[in-house]
């Protein structure tokens, strides 16, 4: 019962861990972007 309910819940925190990384990087990666292009244009 208790491995039954921890196993997804482990899946899940893990799941959501990765996916706030990725955000994460992207969003990092798009301002980083963002500030070359606006510095170029500038």
């Known amino acids: ?3 039954r309910l921890i ?3 482990t899946e899940f ?3 959501f861990c990765f996916a706030f990384l990725c955000g994460l990087s992207t969003g990092i990666w ?3 972007k963002v500030k070359k292009t606006n510095s170029t244009k500038k």
């Open 30 to 32: 798009i301002s980083l």
């Open 13 to 15: 925190i893990i799941s």
């Open 7 to 9: 196993m997804p819940l």
């Open 1 to 3: 019962m208790e491995t």
